[in-house]
T-cell receptor
Framework: GAVVSQHPSRVICKSGTSVKIECRSL??????MFWYRQFPKKSLMLMAT?????????EQGVEKDKFLINHASLTLSTLTVTSAHPEDSSFYIC???????????FGPGTRLTVT | QKEVEQNSGPLSVPEGAIASLNCTYSDRGSQSFFWYRQYSGKSPELIMSIYSNGDKEDGRFTAQLNKASQYVSLLIRDSQPSDSATYLCAVYPSGGSYIPTFGRGTSLIVHP
């Protein structure tokens, strides 16, 4: 159990375009999901906390207008990178927390390359 | 600021040995602790959770928690080359926050 999927797994886009990443909890409900970014050989960096039915909470330094988060249901959160630039190229990972637990389950990640 | 500290390593152990990974945390009121394994280029996967002082065993893995000393450790018995990865410690702060703090991770290398 406790499977989280993420789509797409890999995406290449041109500078200036927008990219949407989906995160789904497949076998549990998750009021809370998290979005992380990780650069090569660096630690996880929390970008935002996504809560179903309410606005996401962004970490300091993360532009909410650039990284749009929508948590439309108890099993789906989306991250849209708007007007992507090469410096947005990174490994984006979501995680979901079952409603009756503290354990985070991570999606497989999305590798974004902006050319 | 709540901090979670881990030695970045790399920690190198021979195959079959016990690997000991340590994590200290600053928030004395923390109650929930987790260990994740992250292979290079992959996302983290949950290995174990521990909430009470003492040891918790799951297969070759043993998590140890000492709240008085504010440390949590992970022991891997009979280490295998496939255990080579970065191990992340995560701690939920006190006060009911649902946002855990991750350590920077310890790189483990198990050599044949």
């Amino acid at each position: 159990g406790a499977v989280v999927s993420q789509h797409p797994s890999r995406v290449i886009c041109k500078s200036g375009t927008s990219v949407k990443i989906e995160c789904r909890s497949l076998d549990f409900q998750a009021t809370t999901m998290f979005w992380y970014r990780q650069f090569p050989k660096k630690s996880l960096m929390l970008m935002a906390t996504s809560n179903e039915g309410s606005k996401a909470t962004y970490e300091q330094g993360v532009e909410k207008d650039k990284f749009l988060i929508n948590h439309a249901s108890l099993t789906l959160s989306t991250l849209t990178v708007t007007s992507a630039h090469p410096e947005d190229s990174s490994f984006y990972i979501c995680s979901a927390v079952p409603d009756d637990s503290y354990e985070q389950y991570f999606g497989p990640g999305t590798r974004l390359t902006v050319t | 600021q709540k901090e979670v500290e881990q030695n970045s390593g790399p920690l190198s152990v021979p195959e079959g040995a016990i690997a000991s990974l340590n994590c200290t945390y600053s928030d004395r009121g923390s109650q929930s602790f987790f260990w994740y394994r992250q292979y290079s280029g992959k996302s983290p996967e949950l290995i174990m959770s521990i909430y009470s002082n003492g040891d918790k065993e799951d297969g070759r893995f043993t998590a140890q928690l000492n709240k008085a000393s504010q440390y949590v450790s992970l022991l891997i018995r009979d280490s295998q080359p496939s255990d080579s990865a970065t191990y992340l410690c995560a701690v939920y702060p006190s006060g009911g926050s649902y946002i855990p703090t991750f350590g920077r991770g310890t790189s483990l290398i198990v050599h044949p």
